[in-house]
């Protein structure tokens, strides 16, 4: 098997742990040996600031249209090497390649074209009074620190780096432990393109060594965060010492509500996706469908079937369609669920098992595709994020009904609702309490408008315009223009 051994990339060098210390890099989908990453520490984190930070005066005395220039250069460079990063995110993650090709890199690449063209079309704005005028500008943090989770590596990681580095900030970035290879292979690309060293520097290594010194760096002035709730908490706590500007993304546990009059077809295929894609690893995925009662045995006979089509396997296959979970210590926090779902009377409709794979990938951490039905609100497989292929069903038998197990959660992140009347749509959408609804679809992503959650998902809103305010500081500049006497 390659080995991989992953570097920190400090003032554009490339450098081990000052501790000499190393992690292993796991495949999830074989659970063989791939490589190491440094276990960097708190001296490694110094360093790096004080690389953003010497870094920090010549990039932020670029001109906009620069810096959205070097945007431009670094989407052309993922693009150029498309097959090589959609490679290393599925050897990483074991998702299948097919999803890396259709959406992990092109995500990627999008992120930085899309901040590179909403730079020049930003409008400074401008207010005036009779004697006199004022505007604001948008004037860089300094050193931002940018903190990811594993199940969409580069797609995540480059929707923070991309308006970090348009508003004129230098940046320490941590991505997860778990998957560092598509962090590093754009470190790689930034050093070919001859992108300023010191204005983009990356940590490896575990949470609280490697993630925590950048939240409660003194010189950081900002962390941007996606992750768990209960990491979220923690990091909230650790940057309030300082007042820092900060923004987490993290946990769901988002409903996805199916009325009688969603048409069938349609509706199997988009609430299969919303439940299974990236083996129900994303943060948006619908793990609670909420089935109106007269149509629940047919949607959920169709659902079931929809279910045994999928091709589980080997990642790398074009075909396979259905990858890896994260690590085995992940399938075992799922496999608990499902015990846990059994305990507390549910019924697994299908799936529920590890499947049988041929070697090397009967090692790997793969877990079916798994439904259960028949569990009471209050049970803990339905109010906790499991974030994996765990979806349970449940019926409803009024709008009134739907709305209120939609919204009995301590989570908001997103929702999906399916239904053909345009009336019940906007009045449902508008009473779930979450970040987003999706009306017939799920995951279709405008980049202009604002993501986040609200309860326990998060805490302020990334996305376009909202994105640039985040990393960056307005200043008023008010002219007197005087009186004529
Ligand atoms: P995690 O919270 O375990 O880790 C996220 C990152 O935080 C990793 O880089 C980790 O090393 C780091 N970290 C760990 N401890 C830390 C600490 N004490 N201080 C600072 N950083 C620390 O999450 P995960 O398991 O990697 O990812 C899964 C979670 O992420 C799920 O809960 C999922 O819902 C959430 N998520 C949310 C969104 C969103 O946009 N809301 C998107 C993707 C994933």
């Not at 009779?130 to 990811?148: C, D, M, W």
């Not at 990681?157 to 230098?170: D, E, F, H």
């Not at 079931?304 to 369609?321: A, L, M």
């Not at 197990?405 to 959408?429: C, E, F």
Request: proline share 5%.
């Amino acid at each position: 098997m390659k080995q991989f051994h992953v570097q920190n990339f400090i003032a554009g060098q490339f450098l081990g742990a000052q501790s000499q210390k190393t992690i292993s890099n796991m495949a999830p989908a074989t659970n063989q040996n791939i490589g190491s990453i440094p276990q960097s520490q708190k001296e490694d984190v110094d360093l790096a600031v004080q690389a953003a930070l010497n870094a920090c005066p010549t990039w932020s005395a670029l001109s906009s249209n620069e810096r959205s220039q070097w945007l431009s250069r670094i989407a052309q460079g993922i693009e150029k090497y498309f097959d090589d990063f959609a490679a290393l995110e599925s050897l990483d993650t074991g998702k299948p390649i097919s999803l890396c090709k259709n959406l992990d890199i092109p995500r990627a690449i999008q992120n930085f074209r899309f901040f590179s063209e909403i730079l020049n079309q930003s409008p400074t704005r401008y207010y005036e009074l009779s004697q006199s005028f004022s505007y604001y500008r948008r004037k860089p943090l300094g050193v931002v620190g940018l903190i990811t989770p594993w199940n969409l590596p580069l797609y995540l990681l480059s929707w923070k780096i991309a308006p970090a580095l348009a508003m004129g900030n230098t940046i320490v970035a941590k991505p997860s432990e778990l998957t560092p290879l598509t962090a590093h292979r754009l470190c790689q690309l930034l050093e070919e393109i001859g992108f300023p060293p010191g204005v983009f520097n990356l940590i490896h290594g575990y949470g609280q060594e490697a993630a925590e010194p950048i939240v409660s760096h003194k010189k950081v002035n900002a962390i941007s965060f996606t992750g768990g709730t209960a990491t979220g908490k923690q990091v909230n706590q650790t940057a309030s010492q300082s007042f820092k500007k900060i923004s987490l993304e993290l946990g769901g546990k988002n409903p996805t509500l199916v009325f009688s009059d969603a048409p069938l077809k349609q509706t199997i295929e988009g609430v299969f996706k919303s439940s299974f894609l990236n083996q129900g690893q994303i943060c948006l995925c619908g793990s609670r469908i909420l089935i109106e009662d007269s149509i629940y045995e047919d949607f959920k006979m169709a659902l079931i079937k929809r279910i045994k089509e999928c091709r589980i396997g080997d990642p790398s296959h074009d075909d396979t369609n259905f990858g890896s979970l994260i690590s085995h210590a992940h399938r075992e926090k799922v496999e608990k669920y499902v015990q846990m779902a059994k305990d507390e009377g549910g019924k697994v409709l299908v799936g529920g098992q590890r499947p049988k794979l041929v070697a090397p990938f009967n090692e790997g951490a793969f877990f079916e595709p798994t439904l259960v039905e028949g569990l009471d609100q209050t049970c803990k497989v339905i109010q906790e994020e499991v974030f994996g292929p765990l979806v349970t069903l449940q019926k409803f038998h009024s709008e009134e009904e739907a709305l209120q197990l939609a919204n009995d959660t301590g989570y908001g992140l997103a929702a999906s609702l399916w239904t053909q009347n345009l009336s019940r749509a906007h009045r449902v959408a508008a009473k779930i309490e979450v970040g987003t609804v999706w009306v017939n679809t799920w995951l279709l992503r405008d980049l202009r408008v604002p993501f986040g959650g609200v309860k326990a998902s998060g805490v302020g809103r990334e996305g376009g315009e909202l994105s640039l305010d985040f990393f960056s500081e307005p200043q008023t500049i008010c002219m007197f223009t005087g009186s004529s006497q």
